[in-house]
């Protein structure tokens, strides 16, 4: 929708979830960039693309890797639809992130 990420209390999430062990798992979609997409493309399927932009993917998966470094916490990123959102988890696991990915062709 129009509401943004709270991104203190998804900060605190990871952060509770990092101190119980626990994995995250997110499907990584900006919620502004989400609704500006969806502002500027009309709801029609020749463009969804648009509408979910590889922009709100990579920037949530970005933001959520950060969040779970910060927060030692495990985290798996779910329906990755970008190269982009696929290297940079590939970053963070090189870098000895605790993190991970799947696909789901629709």
Do not use: N, Y
Not at 12 to 36: K, N
């Amino acid at each position: 929708g129009d509401r943004p990420w709270d991104h203190g209390l998804v900060r605190e999430l990871f952060q509770a979830a990092g101190a119980a062990g626990r994995q995250v798992v997110v499907q990584a979609e900006d919620p502004s960039i989400l609704a500006a997409d969806a502002r500027a493309h009309a709801a029609q399927a020749s463009l969804h693309h648009l509408r979910r932009s590889a922009a709100a993917e990579t920037v949530a998966i970005a933001a959520a890797i950060e969040m779970a470094a910060e927060a030692e916490c495990e985290v798996h990123f779910f329906q990755v639809s970008t190269a982009r959102g696929v290297d940079l988890i590939d970053e963070a696991k090189r870098h000895g992130l605790p993190v991970s990915g799947s696909t789901c062709p629709h």
